[in-house]
C-alpha cells in the first residue's frame, strides 16, 4: 500500500516544500563581500557566496570613481551607470554557467519585475491649479506637505565630468538566483540553490567596464551603446579610466530550513530547474530583410530584451523609425506575433510607467513562455529599415532550463 507521500506527486511535493519554507525558515541578508579595487589592475572580482542555505540572490552595490584624465568634457551615454559593470556571470555547484549577462541587461531584468526603473523613486514638481490648467506638471498624485520623493542616493551618475575632474557613480544590482522569493503568496523558487554542501564551490564573478567589450569612455561621435560616458567634444578619452572601485556584496537565503522524517525539506523540482540570464551579440542585418534570433533548445524563454544599433560606427539607436517590423516566428514560418516597433515600445511603457532607452526593445513573455522544448525552432525576428556600417544587436534573454537537459544544448544562439 503506497504510504501519503508516494502518493503525492512532484509538483504537489514541491509545492508544500515551498509553502513550508515560508512559513518556518528565516529570511536571510547578510554583507559576505566588501572591497576596494583598482579596475585598471584588477578588472574581474570573483566571490565565493557562503555555503549556507536556500539561496534567492545577492546585492551588488558598487561605488566607483571615474577620473577624466582627457582634456574635454566628458557626458553620461544612455545607460550610464548600468554599464559600470561589463558582465556578471554565476557559476553554480555544478559548474553550470546560470548567469553570464551585462549589467544593463540586469537592471531592465530588475525594473521589469518591480514594474517601475529599479531603485529608483517619485519626483515631480507639484503644480498649481488656476482653474482651468495646472502650472507646472504633476509627476504622481501625492498631497503630503512631508518630505517623500528622492532623498537618498541608490544609483546615481554624474551627467558631465570635466575635463581632469572626477566623478562618482553609484549603482546596485539584485542578481537573481530564484526567479521570484519575493511572491506574497507562496515564494517562486525556481532556480534556488541548496548550499549546504562540501567539497563544491561556487562563484558570482564581477567585470568592470573596460572589459567584455563596455567602455568607461568612448570617443564623441562613436558607439556609446556600451559605455558609462562619451566625449562632449572631439579629442582622446583614452585617459578616462575607473580609478577605484567599492564593490559590496550581500547574500540573500532562506536559513533554518524546515526538517520532516527525510530530513531537510526542499522543492526538488525547483533545485533540478535553472533560472538563466543570458546574453549576446549579432550581426549582419540588412535593410528589407528579415534577420532571425535563433532561440536555445530545451528552454522557457520568459523575456527577450533587445538593443539594437542600426549604425555600427555612430552607435545610432532609433525610436522606431529604423525599423519596419518585430515578429515572433515558428520552424513552419508561422507569425505568432507581428509588430511595429512602436507597439512594442508601448507594451513596455505600458508595464513600466515610462519608455526604455533609445533602440531597446523588451518582449514579454513569462504568462506564456516561449517553449523551444514543446514547438521546436522559434526565432525573434527583426526586420530592419536602416542598417549600416555593421549594425549590430544585443540580445538578453531570461529563461527556464531543466539541469538535465543542459547537456543537450547551447545555452546561446549562433548567430
Excluded at 540586469?106 to 515631480?124: C, E, I, P, Q
Excluded at 515572433?328 to 507594451?347: D, G, R
Amino acid at each position: 500500500m503506497p504510504t501519503p507521500q508516494q502518493q503525492l506527486s512532484a509538483v504537489q511535493i514541491n509545492a508544500l516544500a515551498r509553502q513550508a519554507i515560508k512559513q518556518r525558515s528565516v529570511r536571510m541578508l547578510q554583507a559576505i563581500f566588501s572591497q576596494t579595487v583598482t579596475p585598471a589592475n584588477q578588472n574581474t572580482l570573483t566571490i565565493n557566496p557562503r555555503n549556507v542555505g536556500l539561496i534567492n540572490g545577492f546585492w551588488v552595490k558598487v561605488v566607483a570613481t571615474v577620473h577624466n584624465g582627457s582634456a574635454v568634457q566628458i557626458d553620461k551615454s544612455d545607460f550610464g551607470p548600468a554599464n559600470v559593470l561589463s558582465q556578471i556571470q554565476f557559476n553554480d555547484l555544478s559548474n553550470n554557467t546560470r548567469i553570464q549577462t551585462s549589467g544593463w541587461h540586469m537592471h531592465l531584468v530588475n525594473s521589469w519585475k518591480s514594474r517601475r526603473a529599479f531603485a529608483s523613486a517619485l519626483t515631480g514638481v507639484r503644480g498649481t491649479n488656476t482653474g482651468n490648467q495646472t502650472t507646472a506638471n504633476t509627476y504622481f498624485g501625492e498631497d503630503s506637505p512631508i518630505a517623500y520623493g528622492s532623498n537618498f542616493t541608490r544609483i546615481s551618475a554624474p551627467a558631465t565630468i570635466a575635463a581632469a575632474a572626477d566623478g562618482t557613480i553609484t549603482m546596485w544590482y539584485y542578481v537573481p538566483l530564484a526567479y521570484n522569493p519575493d511572491n506574497p503568496n507562496v515564494p517562486d523558487l525556481r532556480g534556488s540553490v541548496y548550499a549546504n554542501v562540501v567539497n563544491a564551490t561556487m562563484q558570482l564573478f564581477l567585470s568592470f567596464a573596460g572589459s567584455n567589450g563596455v567602455s568607461v569612455a568612448v570617443a564623441n561621435g562613436a558607439d556609446s551603446t556600451q559605455a558609462i560616458y562619451f566625449g562632449d567634444a572631439a579629442g582622446s578619452v583614452a585617459a578616462v579610466t575607473l580609478s577605484s572601485a567599492t564593490v559590496t556584496v550581500y547574500q540573500d537565503y532562506w536559513d533554518q530550513l524546515p526538517v520532516g522524517n527525510q530530513g531537510v525539506l526542499l522543492p526538488i523540482t525547483d533545485l533540478a530547474t535553472i533560472y538563466e540570464l543570458k546574453l549576446t551579440t549579432a550581426n549582419g542585418m540588412q535593410a528589407g530583410a528579415d534577420f532571425p534570433y535563433q532561440y536555445a533548445n530545451f528552454r522557457e524563454f520568459l523575456s527577450t530584451a533587445v538593443v539594437y544599433v542600426n549604425n555600427g560606427t555612430t552607435g545610432a539607436r532609433g525610436v522606431g523609425a529604423d525599423i519596419n517590423y518585430w515578429a515572433l516566428q515558428s520552424a513552419n514560418f508561422t507569425n505568432i506575433w507581428k509588430i511595429e516597433p512602436t507597439l512594442a515600445a508601448l507594451m513596455a511603457a505600458q508595464h513600466l510607467q515610462v519608455d526604455l532607452p533609445p533602440g531597446t526593445y523588451f518582449f514579454d513573455s513569462r504568462n506564456r513562455p516561449i517553449s523551444t522544448t514543446q514547438y521546436g525552432n522559434m526565432q525573434l525576428i527583426l526586420n530592419p529599415i536602416t542598417a549600416a556600417n555593421t549594425p549590430y544587436e544585443l540580445v538578453a534573454v531570461e529563461d527556464f532550463a531543466v539541469v538535465q537537459q543542459l547537456s543537450m544544448a547551447g545555452s546561446l544562439a549562433a548567430s
